[in-house]
C-alpha cells in the first residue's frame, strides 16, 4: 500500500514510555482540533478531539492538550506499545466553516 | 458493520484520460468528504457533501475535478484530463452527521483510499 510520511519529522520511543507528538496549527479562527492516527496503506483513523473551550481532554491512554495562546496541540501517549507505531496527524477546523485542515505529521516508532 | 469502501484501491492511467473514483460511505452518514494526499504529506481536502449537495468545493484544485453524491450515499470523483501532478491516494470519509454538530456525530471514517497514478 501507499507509504505514508517518508519524509516526515520522527519521534523513536521506548515500549513502555510515554510518547508527546506537537503541532502548530496555523488559524487563529480554528476551534475544534482532532488528532488521527496513519498507519500505511490505510485511511486516517480517529483518536481523540478537543474543542477551543477546553484545553485538555483524555482519552483511554491519549490526552490532548490545547493551548491557544500560541497555537499549539498535543498528543500525549500513556505506556505506548508497538501497536502505536504509525504517523500521527492533527487537524484543525476553523469556526464555522465545514473544512479540516490537516497538519504534515509525525511519524511515531516505537522500539522493543 | 461495514467500514468507508473505496473502489478501485489502485488506478494506473496515462496523462490526458478521464478517471472516476467511487466511495461507498458508511450507511446512514449524511456528511461525507473527499481529501488528496500526496507522500509525506497529510489529507488536503477537496469537497464535502451535506447528503446530495456540495455544501463546501473550495478545495478542488480546478475545474479538471468534479464531484458527485446523486442519492446522497455514494459519490464519484472525476477527474477530466489527468496530468502527472495529480498523482496521489485520494481518500473519502463519511461521518452521520456534518462539522458543525455537537458531539460524536462529525466524527470522520476514512476509507483505505485510492492510489492514483498518472504516467
Known amino acids: 500500500g501507499e507509504s505514508v510520511g517518508l519524509h516526515l519529522p520522527t519521534l523513536s520511543v521506548q515500549e513502555g514510555d510515554n510518547s508527546i507528538i506537537n503541532c502548530a496549527y496555523s488559524?487563529?479562527?480554528?476551534?475544534?482540533f482532532i488528532w488521527y492516527k496513519q498507519e500505511s496503506g490505510k485511511g486516517p483513523q480517529f483518536i481523540i478531539d478537543?474543542?477551543?473551550?477546553?484545553d485538555k481532554r483524555q482519552g483511554q491512554r491519549v490526552t490532548v492538550l490545547l493551548n491557544k495562546t500560541v497555537k499549539h496541540l498535543s498528543l500525549q501517549i500513556a505506556a505506548t506499545q508497538p501497536g502505536d507505531s504509525a504517523v500521527y496527524f492533527c487537524a484543525e477546523r476553523p469556526s464555522g466553516t465545514y473544512k479540516y485542515i490537516f497538519g504534515t505529521g509525525t511519524r511515531l516508532k516505537v522500539l522493543a | 458493520g461495514a467500514g468507508v469502501s473505496q473502489t478501485p484501491s489502485n488506478k494506473v492511467t496515462e496523462k490526458g484520460k478521464y478517471v472516476e473514483l467511487r466511495c461507498d460511505p458508511i450507511?446512514?452518514?449524511?456528511?461525507l468528504y473527499w481529501y488528496r494526499q500526496s507522500l509525506g504529506q497529510g489529507p488536503e481536502f477537496l469537497i464535502y457533501f451535506q447528503g446530495t449537495g456540495a455544501a463546501d468545493d473550495s478545495g478542488l484544485p480546478n475545474d479538471r475535478f468534479f464531484a458527485v453524491r446523486p442519492e446522497g450515499s455514494v459519490s464519484t470523483l472525476k477527474i477530466q484530463r489527468t496530468e502527472r501532478g495529480d498523482s496521489a491516494v485520494y481518500l473519502c470519509?463519511?461521518?452521520?452527521?456534518?462539522?458543525?454538530?455537537?458531539?460524536?456525530?462529525?466524527?470522520?471514517?476514512f476509507g483505505p483510499g485510492t492510489r492514483l497514478t498518472v504516467l
Open positions: 488559524n487563529s479562527a480554528s476551534d475544534y
Open positions: 478537543i474543542r477551543s473551550n477546553m
Open positions: 450507511s446512514g452518514h449524511t456528511a
Open positions: 470519509a463519511s461521518s452521520l452527521r456534518g462539522p458543525l454538530a455537537i458531539g460524536t456525530y462529525n466524527e470522520q471514517f
